[in-house]
């Protein structure tokens, strides 16, 4: 069997996926590049050896990291999405009918050619004349954006060149960005394999953001798969959906909404410390 | 890099893991046994290649098989566990100070001989005298059972010797030994990479049991990882927690146990089979 074994050492489970195919090979400037074909999963979209997307599963990752801040939001007009170059995220913010901007900063624009190229399903939104893509570090774009309704980090992991968005700078800056009822959602890895960074991420939006939270989603591909999703605002609870749900979604409901988050006895021992794994 | 990689073809995805040592290696009658040491999750139970049990995190799936049921119920006393050599489940159920007996029916002997030596933690419970260890088929055995409370299948994969225990014929003696305030639950894979599994088994218990219902926990060490826990009852719904809260968990609620259970909406469109992916 021909065999792509993710990254070591990446995490405690390195997963392995059969290769039908290799659709795509290359290197940028900041990354290797590659898209493989899995009887399971279709095709897989790989950043230095690690799994970004699936074309059979990537709605879920997209869709849970877009819709909760955006039904928490009660009219996403202006929306920043980082990272996320395969366009999964853009579609998802595009799919709401308030919106009217969409700046879409990806700092490598290699993602978002190839994802064109061979995810033509996921990137189908980016050429959206309310999408207007900067070819940036995300952290340096967001110091000069202002009146933004919702902020959306769709990084690679959190070591790497991705770590300036995950630092207290870049989170005052989206503070400063963000309208008065404004929403900043990331993810923040895997409960199961980095608990600590979880909670580190959490405690460090805590000193920026007057309301955060934690929500997490099973995703397959993403090792230790129990992700987690942080989110703050500045005042508004991101457990309340604040406008009707009326789009296209397959797994995204408002009874997801509300399940998704941690319970508050969960969440209370998690911040305390209180949970040994 | 010394590494035990995980049964091929188990499942799309293939596990592998650092092994730092090698404690046991057998083969009983029935698998091959072995007991490795991985840097993250300790102590690693392995029956014929796939990954049963970590010290680090066997806890998750212990609590979550054993206390929906047990908290559903008003009032367990007589209680049967299928499988779970290793004991973990045995120990959640002999927590609840209502139990004044556990049929502990394991097929293999040598897991729970391999799990004293190597998983004290684990298997702490088995030598309570309200436990009565039976060293034979499950199936064999729910045929002459009676006056049970709550019926527990922790068995190896769905595929192999253990595919009696997810069969009409078996289900219908497990009514048949329930009382009517009885409770039977079972893992049935996971949802992410054995959807129509799951839903199978939905389909099976529904021709048994009046109500049937499907909760989730994300498992680390499964691959797909969005395990699904199929419950049937004659007549009780096991969303409801039916007595106080009083055992010592590091999982388990009474918040998780109502946050667990598929969404309304999500639940029946799984079953309608409108779920694509």
Same mark, same amino acid.
């Given at each position: ?12 489970i390195?997963?392995?996926?059969e290769?039908e ?38 709605f ?26 395969d ?17 879409f ?12 190229k ?6 189908a939104?980016?050429? !959206? +004349? @309310?999408v207007?893509?900067? %070819?940036? /570090? ?7 954006a ?12 959190i ?12 989170f005052?800056s989206?503070?400063n960005?963000?309208t ?7 993810h923040?890895?895997?409960?199961h394999?980095?608990?600590?960074i ?5 405690e ?21 798969n ?7 605002s500045?005042?508004? !609870? +991101? @457990?309340?959906?604040?406008h %009707?749900? /009326?789009i296209?979604t397959?797994?995204y409901?408002?009874e ?10 969960f969440?209370?021992?998690?911040l305390?410390r209180?949970?040994?794994?």
């Amino acid at each position: 069997m021909i065999k792509f074994i993710e990254k070591e050492p990446y995490s405690a489970i390195v997963h392995t996926y059969e290769v039908e195919g290799i659709l795509y090979k290359g290197k940028s400037k900041f990354q290797e590049i590659a898209v493989i074909e899995n009887p399971f999963f279709g095709r897989m979209l790989l950043l230095d050896n690690i799994v970004q997307i699936t074309q059979r599963d990537e709605f879920f990752y997209h869709e849970m990291l877009t819709h909760v801040a955006m039904y928490a939001h009660p009219s996403p007009k202006r929306v920043i999405v980082i990272g996320g170059g395969d366009g999964g995220i853009v579609r998802e913010v595009l799919k709401h009918k308030s919106v009217e901007k969409v700046y879409f900063v990806e700092i490598d624009e290699m993602v978002i050619n190839v994802s064109k190229k061979y995810f033509p399903d996921v990137s189908a939104a980016i050429d !959206d +004349p @309310r999408v207007e893509i900067k %070819t940036m /570090d995300g952290a340096e774009f967001i110091k000069g954006a202002s009146n933004i309704d919702v902020v959306i980090v769709d990084s690679t992991d959190i070591i790497g060149f991705a770590r300036t968005l995950f630092t207290k700078e870049f989170f005052l800056s989206v503070t400063n960005c963000l309208t008065k009822d404004g929403f900043f959602v990331t993810h923040t890895e895997s409960l199961h394999l980095h608990k600590d960074i979880v909670i580190e991420m959490q405690e460090e939006l805590r000193k920026v953001f007057p309301v955060v939270d934690l929500y997490t989603m099973a995703i397959a591909t993403y090792p230790g798969n129990w992700w987690a999703f942080a989110i703050g605002s500045k005042e508004l !609870d +991101p @457990r309340q959906c604040r406008h %009707t749900f /009326d789009i296209d979604t397959k797994y995204y409901d408002q009874e997801i909404h509300a399940q998704t988050f941690l319970t508050p006895g969960f969440y209370k021992k998690l911040l305390n410390r209180q949970l040994k794994w």
